[in-house]
């Protein structure tokens, strides 16, 4: 679950549907959803907001291939899917964070290691080995780490 660009509406992965929750009313429950393409895009894993809120990532299996998974960029005004990239060999993206500057995505793999793309253009522009299965991660308020 990720807080909206505006602070307030919570964003749950439902599968292939991200829920937004109207929280002006809480019994009022989902206020609406961006659909993911279920023929490409399966269930998402986590999700990440750019630092001017204009921008949702996710990180998504990509069901076209075996132990892929795919990063999703969503335009949250149209809540529409704008562009997208397949990560091979990725045995399953389980987390996702951006640098401060908005100009990175990190991808924390099952493999054991981080791969971190550009949000320009989803090129990869390295990876780094951790040594272990990843399962989360952050990065820190000063973009140090």
């Not at 399966?42 to 069901?63: I, M, R």
């Not at 090129?123 to 272990?132: D, K, P």
Request: aromatic content about 6%; cysteine-free.
């Amino acid at each position: 679950m990720l807080l909206g660009a505006d602070g307030r509406s919570p964003l749950q992965d439902t599968g292939s549907q991200i829920a937004i929750i109207d929280t002006t009313n809480w019994a009022g429950g989902v206020a609406d959803r961006i659909q993911l393409p279920e023929a490409t895009y399966g269930e998402t894993h986590d999700l990440v907001f750019s630092p001017d809120g204009a921008t949702l990532y996710a990180l998504a299996n990509d069901q076209d291939q075996i132990n892929s998974a795919r990063l999703l960029k969503i335009s949250v005004a149209s809540r529409t899917v704008v562009n997208s990239q397949a990560i091979a060999n990725a045995h399953g993206g389980h987390a996702l964070d951006i640098t401060r500057d908005g100009g990175s995505l990190l991808v924390a793999l099952t493999t054991g290691s981080v791969q971190v793309f550009s949000t320009a253009d989803f090129s990869l522009q390295r990876t780094v080995a951790i040594g272990s299965e990843a399962w989360a991660g952050a990065t820190s308020p000063d973009g140090r780490y």
